[in-house]
């Protein structure tokens, strides 16, 4: 059990989110009312509604079903304003949790298939990738996420795509329905996201297979791996991601929901950690699952982590993080002070 003051630790900590998606956190309340503004026919009418039905789907068939509620509520989307304003309303959170640095995934290709042009995206994101900083102090970076079930052409294409906004997309990440679509699929994408000095990651052995993950790794060239649950029952691939120092952006909550994961208890994270590769944990799509902040209290208390447990995880995700490394010095003095039980309880 946490004590109060380690929930209230979590509560307060700076924090740094390796891992969550656009298109799968706009908040529902906010989805409604974009809904109605477009005139977007959905499913679900209500808060409770879109609960219960994504709630069935995710139980009943797993990621796919997660990625059905992800595309439908996605496509309230349809203006410059409406990407600023999912992203500025995740950034107001970030302020209330103490997250000052977030790498959010972007998924174009979700939008595409809807007939957005890339600039009505872009533009929005990048927009509010301003105001995050000056309105909330959050730093985003964005990394561009493949719909791994399109064509390897379609997301080679993407990918060229992306060279006039490199001074707002930090890295290249692969995402969506991981059964049948390995990520071998998109080498070439990988080796053009390279070229163009992308950093590289990809979600792998979240419900799909090892091979995959080592795919990833050995010929993607990956530096990070999105959830990575099935490395944890293999030796060789925890051998790998801790002599290459390679980060799992984890998300236990998310995993437990969609049958990736047995359960909190059995999350593959706690064998990974205590094996001594480097893991965070973030949200992924928190409308689905919990803010990180109610993550981590989860995680700690499900899994049984330590104090120096947890600040680990938390320091990794700046530790491991693309570009806010420099925020350390801030969350280790932090952490000082917290320990001698000074002001910043
Ligand atoms: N897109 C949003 N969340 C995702 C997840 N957990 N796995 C794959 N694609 C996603
Ligand atoms: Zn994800």
Known sequence: MLTERQKNMLRAIPKAENHIHIEGSIPWDLALKLAEKNHVELPVHTVDEIAKWSRKLITEK????????????????????????????????????NIIYQELHLDYPLNEERGIPIEVVMEGYRSAQKKAKKLYGVEIVYIAGLDRTLSSERCFSFVKSLRPYLDMIAGLGMDCEENGHPCIKHLESYKEAKDMGLFLTAHAGEDGKADNIWDALLKLGVQRIDHGCQAAYHPDLIEYLKEHDILCAMCPSGNVYSGAAPSFEEHPLLALLRSGVPVSISSDDPPYTYSMTDELILDAEKMGLSEDEMIKIIRNGFEYSISGSHLLPQFDSWVKEWKKGGQNE
Do not use: P, W
């Open 62 to 97: 797993g990621l796919d079903g997660f990625m059905i509620c992800d595309r439908t509520l996605n496509s309230v989307c349809l203006h410059e304003e409406d990407y600023e304003a999912a992203v500025l309303a995740l950034a107001k959170d970030d302020h209330d949790q």
